[in-house]
Structures are given as C-alpha cells and as structure tokens.
C-alpha cells in the first residue's frame, strides 16, 4: 500500500481533516533502527503525528515532536518537513511489554504516562514556536489531541495506529486528525467526540485496503502528497486509501446539518504549488452522510 498524505476541509469550513497513510515509512524505520513491537508501534504513532502535523508547513519549515514519558522507551523524538520527509527515534528500541487486557500493545506503558509532550514548529523566523504540555496517556494520539487543545487552542480529535505482525512487520499504520475552525459554531467540539467514538480503528480501515474508487463506484479524483523517510525515495501514489481513511473520519458528522463541503488538498513537488480539487458533489454526500 503507498504511503500518501490527505488534508480536507469539510462542513462549510468548519472543521479541517487529515488523514495519512504511513505503513512503508513505519516499516521502513523498524528495520533501520531495529526495534520491538512495542517501541515499533510508540514509534510509528510518532511519525503519524508529526506528519499530520508537518501537512500545513510551507516549503522550508520543519515541526519536531518530542515526547518525554517516564517510561522504559525514554524520549521518543520524530520530525516531518514540509516536502514529507518524516523521521524519528526512540532511545529504547528494544523494548516489548507484555499487551494490555485488550490484548493490544502498551504503549502507554512504554512511553510512560509521567512527563510531557513538545511541539517545535521552524517557520523560518527569527525565533521558533515551542509549546508543551503534561501527558495524559502516553498513548501518543491523546497526547497530541490534548496539546493541540492546550497550547494551541484548536479543539481536535487525534488517531493514530500501528499494526504489528508476528514476524515483528508492519503491515497497517497511519492516522487521522480533525480540527475545529475559528468561528465554528460551539457544538460541534462536543459534537464531534461524540461521533468518532463510534469510528473504527486507524489500522483496521487501512488494513481493510477500501479505496474510493471501489466503495464509491470512480466519481472524484483521489490524490494525496507522497511520503518518505528522510533519506529514502518518497512513495508517490494516488493517496485513495488516504481518502478512504478520511473520509471514514469525515463520517463522525453523518446526520449534522454542517456537512456537504469537502475540499480535498495535495500538494506536489518540494511542498510548492499544488493543486486544489473539488470531488464531485455525489462522491462528497456519500463520503460525509454515509
């Protein structure tokens, strides 16, 4: 499956999704740093996020997170460019605990859920943007959810996952984040926790490889910006599963009467010019109110 990057903007302005598919790139860091489920999945959540984060960069700007926990992982540190380049490390790499009661990789445990998350956003100033705040889980899409919140002032809803194989593998990673707008009205932060609670796992959507153009019969055109880890060739790809991921969040407001707009965002080359695409309006009903 490529590795793509989709931004969307939906519900008459009101909300700004992301979604990304980084599976390659996840993979790819696993075998180079040569990590543990556990610190496999700490990791690649890391890279989710912070090349959610780095989607809005202009050429030259660069963010990097750091999330410091009290856990065996130690600091685990990933930045993203504004071309897609992503990259990160955990000090710990060969950390694996035990799962959880739902027989899931504790992460939580692993990073720790004592100490703090950081955002430092290089937009090319004189000075850098820095904000931290206390974890709450160490679950690393909480975390980032509520920095956005505190330090930012952007109510968001923040999933990230990685899926781990016996063999140690990645075959599903990647995430979504959606953002509330300036000038939103104020139900929907409430209104929307509310509806992605009901949303399948990140690694379950992509894992199941539905596209647009098979789930809604072709109509709109599915493109998304490529990925890469620093130093290796980016994936270039249509992005559909991407989009597809997508717009499983963009459902979260199935039966609001703010839906009914979607842009779909890509950009090509170093992160300069790109392309604005509006899908066909039967592609965006099924895509948002089914």
Not at 39 to 47: I, Q, S
Request: hydrophobic fraction near 40%; aromatic fraction near 2%.
């Amino acid at each position: 499956m490529t590795d793509a990057l989709l931004r969307a903007i939906g519900a008459e302005g009101a909300i700004l999704g992301c979604a990304v598919i980084v599976t390659g790139v996840v993979e790819e860091a696993r075998r180079r740093h040569g990590t543990l489920p556990t610190a496999t999945a700490a990791l690649g959540r890391a890279l989710s996020a912070v090349a959610m984060l780095s989607s809005g960069l202009k050429p030259r700007q660069s963010v990097m997170l750091r999330i410091l926990g009290d856990g065996p992982l130690g600091p685990v540190v990933a930045d993203g460019t504004a071309d897609g380049a992503v990259r990160g490390y955990v000090t710990n790499p060969i950390v694996h605990l035990p799962p959880t009661a739902s027989n899931k990789l504790d992460v939580g445990a692993a990073v720790g859920r004592s100490g703090t998350i950081h955002v430092t956003r290089d937009l090319g100033l004189r000075d850098t943007y820095r904000g931290s705040v206390p974890l709450v889980s160490g679950e690393v899409g909480e975390d980032l959810a509520a920095y956005l919140v505190a330090s930012e002032q952007v109510p968001s809803a923040v999933a990230v996952g990685v899926m781990v194989a016996p063999s140690g593998e990645v075959p599903a990673a990647g995430g979504w984040m959606l953002q509330v707008l300036p000038g939103a009205p104020a139900t929907i932060p409430a209104f929307l926790e509310e509806r992605v609670r009901a949303l399948q796992p990140v690694t379950q959507m992509i894992s199941s490889g539905a596209t647009p153009r098979s789930r809604e019969g072709g109509a709109g055109p599915d493109r998304a910006r490529p990925l890469g880890e620093r130093s290796a060739a980016a994936r270039a790809g249509n992005g559909g599963s991407a989009l597809s991921v997508l717009r499983g969040a963009l459902r979260a407001w199935r039966g609001s009467d703010r839906g009914g707009v979607c842009l779909a965002r890509a950009a090509r080359g170093r992160g300069r010019g790109g392309y604005l695409t509006r899908l066909a309006r039967r592609d965006l009903r099924q895509a948002v109110h089914t």
